[in-house]
């Protein structure tokens, strides 16, 4: 089956401890994307890729990091410059490039700080 | 930029009644529109989207959606629903003012079936 696996799903974290979660998609897309989600809001972007090699920031960088050095993995790095890092985090796919830009979402990490 | 408004944060309704959960978006020009369910503690599914031709799309799960270009709405609708409709339901637009296949995403709107 293809889709985007998000582990864990569960996470812990010591305040002043990088963590990293990690993206998975099997749907040869181009674009991925991380958001942040808070309790009763909408989704926020923190981060996105069009291309292996190549990322930028979203709305919402300042205390993440990223990397995409495969097409299929994208892991966001949670670090401790983030000073309200607990939070659910979504990881999405998407085609890429003009058309339809559907994207397709992971089951999420929920982070909680400690 | 785009901007999505969904005007209902929280849409109460009893089961078997039917429902509507508004959105509009700010620009008039060309645009994909999307609606997303998303049950706690889960990542988003997609329950329609629009991308051209028929203004009325019909989705998962019993849901439809009609697409209004001159009041830029893209409002949700099922004629009777049921308990597990209960879940947050999200809004989206394609924004081609930023770089790269993107989409700006409403607030939100919590739908809530009481039996």
């Known amino acids: 089956d293809g889709g985007i696996t998000q582990s864990p799903k569960y996470l812990f974290r010591k305040e002043g401890q990088n963590v990293t979660l990690s993206c998975e998609q099997n749907?040869?897309?181009?674009?991925m994307y991380w958001y942040r989600q808070d309790p009763g809001q909408g989704l926020r972007l923190i981060y996105y890729?069009?291309?292996?090699?190549?990322?930028q920031k979203g709305d919402i960088a300042e205390g993440y990091s990223v990397s995409r050095e495969k097409k299929e993995s994208f892991p966001l790095t949670v670090t401790s410059a983030q000073k309200n890092p607990t939070a659910f985090y979504l990881c999405?796919?998407?085609?890429?490039?003009?058309?339809?830009?559907?994207?397709?979402f992971g089951p999420g990490t929920r982070l909680t700080v400690l | 930029a785009q901007s999505v408004t969904q005007l209902d944060s929280q849409v109460p309704v009893f089961e078997e009644a039917p429902v509507e959960l508004r959105c509009n978006y700010s620009?008039?020009?060309?645009?994909?529109l999307f609606w997303y369910v998303q049950y706690p503690n889960q990542g988003l599914q997609l329950l329609l989207k629009?991308?051209?031709?028929?203004?009325l799309v019909k989705g998962i799960n019993g849901f439809e959606a009609e697409f209004n270009k001159s009041q830029t709405s893209f409002h949700l609708r099922k004629p009777s629903v049921h308990i597990s409709d209960t879940a947050e339901y999200f809004c989206a637009v394609s924004d081609w003012s930023r770089a790269g296949n993107m989409l700006t995403f409403g607030g939100g709107t919590r739908l809530m079936v009481k039996p």
């Open positions: 629009y991308l051209s031709g028929s203004t």
């Open positions: 890729s069009q291309i292996v090699n190549d990322f």
């Open positions: 620009s008039s020009v060309s645009v994909y």
């Open positions: 749907l040869n897309h181009d674009a």
């Open positions: 999405a796919s998407s085609i890429g490039g003009p058309g339809d830009n559907e994207q397709f």
